[in-house]
Every structure is written in C-alpha cells, then in structure tokens.
C-alpha cells in the first residue's frame, strides 16, 4: 500500500452499528450461478444523433441489454455464466462524492469473492493504488464519503488522460475498470471502452450511475445511488429551517440546493419537506423568466403572505437557476468565452457587448464576482460559488422597500436569511435505500465482467419496490447518449461530441404535476412537513424518495412486456395458422409499424428528457 | 382561540412516532404526592455582587433552595404539598427558539391534570392567547420550535413591557407564570417576580433554562434544553463536511457557529466530531490574541498540514469569536456607542477614533457593513449576522499567498469554503435528552408553583445519569446573579444591574482540558468521527453531550453530602459528648470556617464561570 489511504480511522456507535449492516441482494444475483439474457440491440433515443454516435463509437454502439436472471430462471435464450477465472478489477472514483459510492466497492469485491476467490479489486487513484480487502473495506461499509479512495479529477477526457489510464490498465493488468460517477464520468466511461475496443485493451470499462445530483435518469437508470440521501439530509435542514420561520414569524429564508443544472434535488426536498416556494430552473428556461420577472413573482408572493400577516416563509433555488435565466445565461456565456481566450477576469467588464455589460453593471458587486469565475469542465458556470439566494434576496428587498414607499406593499419590513445547502449533506452516511442500490450495482458490475461486456452502465430498475422485487440488467452507454446542436453565435453551428446530458425535470412529468397541485397550499398554508433526521431504524429508516415513487418509469418492466407480446403473436400466427388470423395479423401489425414509424422519425418528439438548450 | 397559533398540521411519519414518546418521569416526581424540601438560604456566587443584588431584589434574594423528593422520602423537615387547589399558568416562550420548548408545555400541562383536572395552562403571546389543552399538544410532543405559541420579542424588560405583563397576568388571573428561555429571559423572569411581589400581585413567576446557546450554567443549571439537539445536529453537519474534505482533499472549511457570546456549541461539536481546528473565543479573549495572531495561527496550521500533502480541513468557529478579538471589540464599542448617539450607519467611519478607523478601513467591506448593524438588546453585536469565517478565511488566503511569494509556503493552492451553522439545527426534532429534560422541567414548575415559590428556576441535576436517578429541585433567580462592572471610556465606571450573564467556557475546566489533550491529534491526523444524524431508536439514541458526562458538575448533591456532614458532627457532638470530642470538634470546625472565610473574601477567585469582560 503505498498511499495513505484506507487508513484505520474511530468510529462512532452509530457508524460501527451501520459498518454491521448488510445490504440485500435481489433473488437474481443470490447464490453462485447468475444467467445473463440479451435482449434486442440497442439504439439511442434521438434517431437523428443514433447516426453521429454509431460513426464515432462503432465498436460499443448498437450492442444489446443484459439482463441478470436466477439460475432458475426459464427464458430460453439466457446464458448461463458458468465460467469463472480470476478476474483482476479497477475501481475509480471519478467527479464529486456521493453517499454510498463505498457500497459499489463492497458489492463488487463480495460478488468477485464468491465466484473466485483468487479475484481482486484495486483502488486506482492517480499514480497510486490500494489494493481493496475486507479488512481495509471494514470501516467504510454503508459510510459516506469517497475517502477510501480519495477523488480523482472530474475527467478522464484529453488524449493524455485516455492514455494515462490505458497504461494503468495495462500495468496492473487489469480484466476490467469500473467508473463510479456521474453523466460526465460515464460518458468518459463509454469513450475509454471504445479507445480499449480500438486498442485491443482486453480492460472491459462498466460504469455505475453514482451522483447526488440525480441526473443521469433515462429509460434504463430510475436514479442515481446518493440522491435518496442528500434529499434526505437536505429536506431535514430544510423542515428544520422552516419550523424556525414559524417559530420566529419574521425571516424568508432563501435555500440554495447543490445539484448541477438540473433542478432534481428542489423538486425532490419541495415534495418531502413543503416549503413555501420553490423556483425550478427548467420553469424559468421554459417560460423565459427574466430576472426582474423572477423577482416580481417573488415579491407578489411575499406581498400575498403579509395580506395574511405572514412575514416568514422559507423558498428553495436550484443552484442550476442562475444559469436558466436567459439573460444571464447570455451574459455567463460572453464571460465565458472571454476567460477561455484568455482574457482576464479584471479586463472582462470593458470587453462586454453593451447589452450584456449594462446586466453586468447592475449586479451587486458579489455577484459579478462570481460570474467571471472560470467554467467547469462540464462548460457551466461555478454553481456552487454563485450566490443566487443572495442575489434574489437582494432584488426582493429593493424592490418590496419600493413598493412600500409606493404604498402598494403595506406590510412590515421584509428580512432575509440565505443558505447553501451542499457540502453539509454530500458526506452523509448513506441512507438504506442507497447502501442497498449501490451495493447491488458493485454486484452487478462483476456480471457484467464475466459475461464479458465492454461500456455498458450497470442498472437496477423497479426500484420502488423492495429489493426482492429489483431487476437487474446492463445496458450499453451509448444507448444514454444524446448530440447537443450548439448555436452559439451569429451564423455559428456545430455538432457536439456524443454525450450522456444531465436530465432535467420533466415539465410534463408526474412529479412536477403533484408539485403544480400542492404549490398554493405551499405557499399559503405553512402546511411544512418534517421527514426529521435521516433514520435507520423504525418509521421513515425506508422511506423511498417522492419522485422515484410517483414516477413510473419502469422502461425495461415495459420492453419485457412488449417482448411477450410480439412471442405471442408469433406463437399464435404459427404456419398453419388459418388465413384469416395470418390476415389480421398481417393487418394490425401492418398499422402498428407505420404508427410506430411515424412517431420516430421526427427526432425531438420522444419522452425521454432533452438535453437543455 | 382568537389566534391562528395550534393549528393542526401535517406530520411526517417520523414525527408521528416522536408525538407519541412518553419522556420519563424521575421516582421523586412520580405518583400524585411530592414532598418539597427546602435547604439553606442562598447567596449569590459572587459575594461582593450580593449587596447589590440583594438591595434590588428584596423580596426574592436569600430564598431557599428547593428539593422536590418522592413522598416516601425519609427527610424529617420535608413538607408535604398535599394542597391542591386549581390553578391557571401562563407560559411564554422568551427569545429564540430551542429544540424542546414545546415539552416544558407538555410536562407542565401533565402535572396539572395529575394534581387537579381544573387547573389550566394558558399560552401567552402579546395580546394573544390560546388555551393549551391535551387536543392542542398532540401535534407539538416532542416536536421542535416555538410554533404552538410564536415567540417573544428577546425582552420583557421595560417599564412598560412588565406593566404590560403585570395586566394581562391581572386579567387573564393567573397563578402563575412560566417564563421558558435562556439568561436575558431569566433575568427578566426575576425582576417581573420581584415587581409583581412588590405590587402584591398573586401571580408567581418561573424560570426555565431553554436555550440552544448553553450559557445558563451555573452551580444550580447543569446544561439547557436545546443544546443537546443543537450540538447533535451540528455534530452531524459538521462530520458530513469533515468527510467532504477528506473525499475531495482540496478545501479547508471555516464553520461558523450558533451560541451567541460563549463558545460551548463550538466546544462540545468538536468533542463529539473531531475537526482539525476550533477557536474558542474564550481561549482568544483569554490570550489577547489579535486578528493578526488568529490569522497566523490558522496559517500555520495549514502550512504545517501541507508539509504532509494534506490540503484540506475542517475549522470551527463559534459567532462569538469576532466580540472576544480585543481590537475588533474595541472598534465594535465604537461603533455602538455612535450608533446609539443616532449617527447613521453611513457617517459613522469618519467619527471613529484614528486607531478604531485604521482598522476598518483594513477590513473588507462585507465585514464592515455587518459590523455597522444595530447592537443587540444584549448589548452585543448582530453575531448570527457577521460573517467571521469568511474573514478569517480571506485573511488567511492573503497570508498564505503573501508566503507562497516569499517562499516560505511551498504547498498547493489554498482553497476555502465557509458556512454557518445556526437555523438548519435551530428547528430541529429534539433529541430524547431534551424531551425529557424538558418534560420534567415542566414537571417541576407546577411543583414550584404548588410550593408558593417566586423567582425561581426549575432545576434538574446529576443530569449525565439515567432519567431515574435525576435530582429535581429549584434554586432562586437572584442566587445565580453577578454584577458586572463596567469601565467603557476614560474615567468611566459604573455599576451594572444585577442579571445572569452567559458562563463562558471555563478555561480550567475538564472539557477544555479534553479538548487540549486532543487538539493535536484532530489537527494533523485527520481522526474526524461521524456520530451520524440524530437518532431515536438504537445506538447514539441515548447518547449524551460530551461536556456533559466530562464535567462532574453535581452541585446541588455535594451541597447536600455537605449537609449529611454537618448533621453527623451535630450528632455526634451532642451534649453529653465527651470533652475531648468537643474540644476537637471545635478546633477542627474554627480551622474549617477560616479557610472559608479567606476563600470567599476576595471576590473573583471562585470556580463560578466569571462573565465576560
């Protein structure tokens, strides 16, 4: 062991009691044989990109879903996974922690111990590595953190870093290479398989869909191990912050939540803990909400609750809102642009276009600050660094001190409160729900290096269920992928590079429904709920969240359903069949085909959440 | 119910079960009869304060202890309370809310209905009022906040407030009133028992140590409803963001904390999750350290941690830390001073003194601007609302860059993320220690008002044992008082008013030594500890502060083992006795009661924690 890793470190009681905890598994992966059932091959939901991503991946593009079954399982075509050599496995932490990204370790090594001892696991991190045991595992059993392992940068992206890899892979020999992270990770997850397939690296690369944010969500992934518990921990802050606005009747707290562009995290906390408002970024990017209109709206709310005598109130900002509000947006993609040729952050004002430098100068002073910070990786603003409760907080005092001196707010004065919510909740313990779904994940991974796959995304679906109700299945990254069309500047036009995107809340989804119904309750009522402390014992310990629940997503329940359907006209329309069925079946699946042909070739049509902007 | 205060709400499931905890009664305040027993006259802690005190609070200075014991006790000049007469309370919630509150309610609404099904519980809210009835509590057992009443302003304290409080006692014709919150409350609890004693008015009042702060401790107070819960839930925060630190090996964190002007939350959170830093303001005020020398020393820290490649850290600092800097406290004495003389907050840099200047101009504008609020009715500044940790964490980057420069530094980049901890705990569910602290303390006011007491606080001590081998009693207000004396200003002295001042942590003390004997370990080894989320059921449930069980605090049973040795000497020196026995024990007890008489003539040298400044 040459890193300081893994280091021995004092449990407190309720840490050693969950280090004991062992996760279920579902009866597909229990005992020592697993089948693996292939389905159809796969193509990737926008038909107009399927063409870019199959040129550019065309060794891991079009490949089939796996699905795990019991041993015992009758499914004619399954393959029984009989062969068992020693297998050598990396395992990465790539991009931010996430609670329960150890589990994926621990599920991994035991399902590698069962079925060869001689197997191993290996922590890759830089130039360092960890060679994982049970022993070193034994405190970070359903522990939060990534500190087994420590971090890696947010990419393996550049030639270099592909290369880097490869070497490593190479060196320690390894049979596969898992990536525990999230769409940036997996997406270089998928780049890497395809470089090894191109290489003849015999490393298989799977990925594991890991982040807090909860949005690597499409037909095969319902959610994302560590989104269960950072809403969990956050809706407890944020009950507890809204018994506090009750009890002092005289602050608006303005909550700022972690979680990347998408507004996943507010949708979730909002239906768990009630608070007054909550401001969706994709809301306002579809109904191209300007700043001034976002603060009129919070004003009138403000305005409305003082008609009651209320002066508290508590309201929840993605941190993805600065970037969905158009002219900010605008504005950040100027700034940007500027930083990357090199301009620097005290020579940017002057180099604005008029529009954006007269939004730029009418910002508070913190904020601008901020803004001519230097883009992630992901090519979005520092989320996390920009102040936008502040900002609004500010933008609502002005303009409701404003309205009182025109008299048309006759209330008392109005104070805010601002908070981030983040940091304090990524390194939580992680939640059963999470120590359970990673932990089978990390078993998955294992069967999908013994069936021999290369870039695929370990899945669990029908997670609302129990766990003896999970299924559990592969499928290939490249079928998650989207191309986004980048328009940026006059005349300009490109095709981006592959990509799996950030899903972003769904405006016609179920969720969003039942926050529609509820959001004048919300605001009027004070109807605050408090899910209190994450639990691991008695009522709430599992507790699923709201939209994994309302959601009904179960995409691979409902393929395998459709597969049933098409064996069983085949079985009725077996030669010999009298003419008039042939006929009516010819007929029917003769409308279905053009039906189906129809709904597909126009490409922005489908259900599965677009890519913003 | 002319007030919209109890209104049914929504419970969570967790929160249903938490309503339906029965706390714990200790054996003395079981059953229907309780013997009260009354011990010897107090003093005050400070004997050259007690003139004072005693010349302002005739009436309810040099009242006795009270024990509350169980009706079988054998204590020969215990009394009885067999007289049960209904009676109406009025109960108010003071000052800020504190995990808890609501189970003083509960507690004290129980021992009503026991005693005499007639009595009633009235809540108490500016002109409002609500009848607390067994139907109303349900929602609110063992719930946090204040809501079932709203709070208070900070005060009752004018001439005009305690009129005020004096007539609606007068017509709403209650017995009693139970005043629940921290020192400023309390001291108000004791001169509205002094004013109504005076005017002859029926009604008594009590005090309730409630406050999340944990500065009512005294020989009589052991620790405050709220703080448990405060320090769990920060705790949790705090070891999630430790973990963070250690996952992304990049950021120091500067956590600041709520606790108002005494560092004991900052203390205890770091006993239970073991940061790499905390600076208590005590240690600061103590040793006179400069912004300058914090600066260093935190640099220092860094540097050294760096010299092992460790980049990251977790720093705690409590809101009070600023007030105890010496020359920031100077500049705020200031800046007070003119802001009470009117000048408006924009005039005030150029009246300051040329020193007090220099050093606001040195200071970043946030700062400056927080430091220019309007002070406290606690005299003190607005401390939830200056952003200590971000400039500590601003003058430490300079620094550290000012020696990368000069090559004195030769780590990495550093990085600060900074947060305060305050509102997100201050709602939180109660831990079980504060809902059964708390009940009981209800318990014990209807005891204390069945006595015919006034002026006094409702008392529990050996508190770090189990429920059932708690000690219930009740000590008077005034016997907890100091007077500060002030010398603001050349030449300037007076005499302040008697009240209870916040217990600083006292440097000499257990917890401060644990603290010392650790503090290099937590900074360099990274040994962070995460107790987990607060929980209700299995291991941590039980758990109890660490300040607590360190420091054997048990007071009110040594004043009683004291009283057990001076029987035993009467005994046994009984008229008849020998003259030998005489002669020793009287040269014995002469020799006893000079040491005493030495110890308590100079004033400031007890072990009573002294007020600050």
Redesign the interface.
């Known amino acids: 062991m040459d890193s300081d890793y893994g280091i021995p ?10 280090s004991t905890y062992q996760p279920l598994l579902p009866p597909c992966l229990q005992g020592t044989t697993v089948r693996v059932e292939f389905g159809d091959a796969t193509t990737a939901a926008d038909p107009a990109g399927a063409h870019t991503i199959s040129r550019i991946f065309p060794h891991t593009y079009g490949q089939p879903l796996a699905h795990f079954l019991r041993e015992t399982a009758k499914v004619p075509d399954a393959k029984l996974i009989t062969d068992h050599p020693a297998i050598r496995v990396g395992v990465v ?1 790539c991009g ?2 996430s609670p329960g990204g150890h589990n994926v370790i621990w599920g991994l090594l035991n399902a590698l111990k069962i079925h060869n001892p001689n197997s191993g696991s290996e922590g890759l991190f830089a130039q360092k590595t960890l060679e994982v045991t049970d022993d070193i595992l034994t405190t970070y059993k359903n ?5 087994l392992l ?2 890696t940068q947010d990419q393996i992206r550049t030639t270099e870093q592909v290369n880097a890899a490869q070497a490593a892979c190479t060196a320690l020999k390894l049979d596969g290479l898992v990536i525990i992270g999230g769409v940036t990770s997996n997406t270089d997850a998928a780049q890497l398989a395809e470089t090894f397939a191109v290489a003849k690296c015999p490393t298989k690369v799977v990925g594991v869909p890991v982040t807090l944010n909860g949005d690597l969500k499409n037909q095969f992934v319902e959610t994302n191990v560590g989104f269960d518990t950072i809403c969990k ?1 956050n809706s ?2 944020i ?11 005289k602050y608006y ?1 303005f909550i700022r939540l972690m979680g990347r562009k998408a507004s996943h995290v507010a949708l979730e906390c909002t239906l768990q803990s ?1 608070p007054n408002m909550v401001v969706l970024g994709e809301e306002v990017a579809a109904s191209k909400l300007t700043l001034f209109d976002l603060t009129k709206q919070i004003c009138d709310a403000v305005q409305a609750r003082a008609e009651q005598d209320k002066y508290h109130g508590v309201i929840l900002l993605p941190e993805g809102l600065i970037e969905s509000i158009p002219e900010v947006y605008a504005l950040l993609q100027e700034i940007h642009g500027l930083l990357r040729q090199g301009v620097s952050a005290d020579h940017i004002s002057s180099q604005l276009s008029p529009w954006a430098s007269a939004l730029f100068e009418f910002l508070p002073p ?1 904020i601008r600050k901020q803004l001519l910070l230097f883009p992630e990786s992901d090519d979005s603003a520092q989320l996390s660094q920009i102040e936008t409760e502040k900002l609004l907080a500010h933008l609502v005092e002005a303009e409701i001190n404003k309205r009182l001196k025109e008299g048309t707010y006759k209330g008392k004065k109005f104070n805010a ?1 601002c ?1 981030f ?1 983040g ?7 992680p939640s059963k729900f999470d120590c359970d779904y990673a932990y089978v994940l990390g078993h998955i991974c294992y069967h999908i290096l013994a069936a021999g796959l290369n870039g695929y995304l370990a899945t669990v679906t029908n997670l609302k269920n129990p766990v003896n109700k999970w299924r559990c299945g592969a499928a290939p990254i490249t079928a998650m992928m989207t191309v986004k069309r980048y328009g940026r500047g006059p005349g300009a036009s490109s095709i981006g590079k592959p990509a799996l995107h950030p899903a972003i809340v769904d405006l016609k989804g179920k969720s969003y429904e039942l926050l529609r119904q509820n959001a004048t309750k919300f605001l009027m009522d004070d ?14 310990a599992d ?1 699923k969240a709201v939209t994994l629940c309302v959601e009904d997503q179960d995409y691979m329940g409902r393929i395998k359903e459709l597969q049933k359907y098409l064996d069983k006209v085949r079985t009725i329309v077996k030669p010999g069949c009298s003419q008039d069925v042939l006929k009516a079946a010819l007929s029917a699946m003769a409308s279905v085909t053009e039906i189906l042909s129809v709904m597909t070739s126009s490409s922005n049509s489908g259900a599965t959440p677009q890519p913003k902007k």
């Not at 940091?423 to 313990?429: F, H, T, V």
């Open positions: 470190r004092e449990l407190s009681d309720l840490q050693k009691l969950r932490f931010r922690q522990q939060g953190g990534y500190d420590g971090r921990v407890q802050l009950s507890n912050v809204c018994t506090d606005a009750l009890s002092a009747e707290y009630h913190f409160i908070h919510f940091y304090q909740a990524r390194g939580s313990l109807i605050y709920r408090n899910p209190g402390p994450l639990q691991f014992d008695g009522p709430g507790a």
